[in-house]
Nanobody, 127 residues
Framework: QVQLVESGGGLVQAGDSLRLSCAAS????????MGWFRQAPGKEREFVAS????????YYADSVKGRFTISRDNAKNTVYLQMNSLKPEDTAVYYC????????????????????WGQGTQVTVSS
């Protein structure tokens, strides 16, 4: 029943910016922590960023801290990932996910902490 749809990916040059969006179905979007993960070819899916259900807590992987910003608009059932100063190593498929747990205060940084996933959007950064 829950569906997540990512958009905003594309091909950009190093140093450029992109904003990814994740539109969620359902009327309980605002009750769940949301996260972004990414997966490059031949690599495991890795945590990127997460935001608590009320937007009060955010957490970032060290590799993106200071460059990426996660935010949410609960009125629009949408979570965003603003990506600045993009590097070739940021190239991956980016996935939006909803965390297990209704109104949990825990963020979660592993794939097992999330139980609904979008289809992914490709981000390619050239040098």
């Amino acid at each position: 029943q829950v569906q997540l749809v990512e958009s905003g990916g594309g091909l950009v040059q190093a140093g450029d910016s992109l904003r990814l969006s994740c539109a969620a179905s359902g009327r309980t979007f605002s009750s769940y922590t949301m996260g972004w993960f990414r997966q490059a070819p031949g690599k495991e899916r890795e945590f990127v960023a997460s935001i608590s259900w009320n937007g009060g807590i955010t957490y970032y992987a060290d590799s993106v801290k200071g460059r990426f910003t996660i935010s949410r608009d609960n009125a629009k059932n949408t979570v965003y990932l603003q990506m600045n100063s993009l590097k070739p190593e940021d190239t991956a498929v980016y996935y939006c996910a909803r965390r297990v747990g209704f109104q949990t205060t825990l963020i979660g940084t592993t794939t097992r902490d999330y139980n609904y996933w979008g289809q992914g959007t490709q981000v390619t950064v050239s040098s």
